[in-house]
């Protein structure tokens, strides 16, 4: 089963929530394909493991008809990337991170904004406003939406 991996910064705001946004995308898209048969996941570079999701991420994705109560935060490791089949991270300073620590994995690693033939970092709305965070999921579904093929292509392409 392909594996797609989220990755930001503490693992409580953009990835958990592009994780789950990509998911409820899955479940409703993939034609012939059941979302259970994907194994999609979300970290953190700076995670410290345990920690739910910021209550403005909860709320900004509940307004989606998504429950993101059973998140707990995790740190990246090695195990992880290597499970993955694809890394979609939210900034350029993830990517060179991951790099730097595990070379293999740069066949895999791209920033999500790539998907839609881009290259930006997505803003992180830790400490601000609801309106921050709604706005950040309305971007991040936006990207998951348009890039959507691109991503299970990818994530495919990989898994062989």
Same mark, same amino acid.
């Given at each position: 089963?392909? =594996?797609?991996? $989220?990755?930001?910064?503490? &693992? ?9 946004? $990509? ?27 345990? $920690? ?9 994705? =509940? ?5 993101? =109560? ?13 499970? =993955? ?62 890039? $959507? ?8 392409? &990989?898994?062989?």
């Amino acid at each position: 089963m392909p =594996a797609v991996l $989220f990755v930001c910064t503490a &693992n409580v705001c953009r990835s958990p929530m592009a994780a789950a946004l $990509f998911s409820a995308q899955l479940a409703r898209r993939a034609a012939g394909v059941a979302a259970e048969e994907w194994t999609i996941s979300s970290a953190g570079t700076w995670a410290v493991d345990g $920690f739910p999701a910021t209550a403005h991420a909860l709320e900004a994705v =509940a307004a989606k008809g998504i429950d993101l =109560a059973p998140h707990r935060s995790r740190l990246l490791n090695e195990a992880s990337l290597d499970a =993955a089949d694809l890394v979609l991270v939210m900034t350029r300073s993830h990517r060179e991170a991951i790099l730097a620590e595990c070379p293999s994995a740069a066949g895999k690693v791209y920033l999500l904004s790539q998907m839609v033939g881009q290259t930006f970092d997505v803003r992180d709305p830790y400490g601000e406003s609801r309106m921050e965070y709604e706005y950040c999921a309305d971007h991040l579904q936006g990207l998951i939406e348009q890039g $959507f093929e691109r991503i299970l292509e990818l994530a495919r392409l &990989n898994h062989q």
